[in-house]
């Protein structure tokens, strides 16, 4: 059964740059994206980008000039770096697979299973 | 960006009830729509894929429907560990985008 854990800093001072690992047990790294997903203190769900084993990446245009993945394949880890933080990007950030969105003629799609979540804050 | 906005918002219920959430999407997304169920201090929790499949290991007293731009999740005889907070997300386009939320809560 596959389970993501995660880890990183979690406060910052405005302009620094938030840095997060996720680890991922029990799966093939190499058969799915894994993404990022934040979410504000009582807001939404915001996705950030994803990434897969060779490191193709597609980020949410809104954060494109200082968000950056990385993966590690051989211990089955992708990391977040989202630079030049301010207050507005606290939230509680979380790591997941993403499923394909077709597999052998099936529409899957969606995000499972997810991280614990991490709580970032940006305060001076 | 596509956008997806979720009625209610808040809901009030009781043990036993039937609610339906609805989740409307500003351009057509085929299927391509998940719900979750979020509990405050936990992940989300993928509920339906693909507008209306259940995944493996939630109750069948959850349902969900709709293609295009209309989508609904009903949940039939609601149980104590239903109250949570409910998000569509539509992955037909990039930047995959949620529904606001809508708080499920006990009556």
């Known amino acids: 059964q596959v389970r993501l854990q995660q880890w990183g800093a979690g406060l910052l001072k405005p302009s620094e740059t938030l840095s997060l690992t996720c680890a991922v047990y029990?799966?093939?790294?190499?058969?799915?994206?894994w993404g990022w997903i934040r979410q504000a203190p009582g807001k939404g769900l915001e996705w950030l980008g994803e990434i897969n084993h060779s490191g193709s990446t597609v980020y949410n245009p809104s954060l494109k000039s200082r968000i950056t993945m990385s993966v590690d394949t051989s211990k089955s880890h992708f990391s977040l770096r989202l630079n030049s933080v301010t207050a507005a990007d606290t939230a509680v950030y979380f790591c997941?697979?993403?499923?394909?969105?077709?597999?052998?003629?099936?529409?899957?799609?969606?995000?499972?299973?997810w991280g614990q979540g991490t709580l970032v804050t940006v305060s001076s | 960006d596509i956008q997806l906005t979720q009625s209610p918002s808040f809901l009030s219920a009781s043990v036993g009830d039937r609610v339906t959430i609805t989740c409307r999407a500003s351009q057509g997304i085929s299927t391509y729509l998940a719900w979750y169920q979020q509990k405050p201090g936990q992940a989300p929790k993928l509920l339906i894929y693909?507008?209306?499949t259940l995944q493996s290991g939630v109750p069948s007293r959850f349902s969900g429907g709709g293609s295009g731009t209309e989508f609904t999740l009903t949940i039939i005889s609601l149980q104590p560990e239903d109250f949570a907070t409910y998000y569509c997300q539509q992955f037909s386009t990039y930047p995959w985008t949620f529904g606001q939320g809508t708080k499920v809560e006990i009556k």
């Open positions: 029990g799966d093939s790294f190499s058969n799915y994206y």
């Open positions: 693909a507008a209306s």
């Open positions: 997941a697979r993403v499923r394909p969105i077709m597999r052998l003629g099936e529409l899957l799609g969606g995000f499972d299973p």
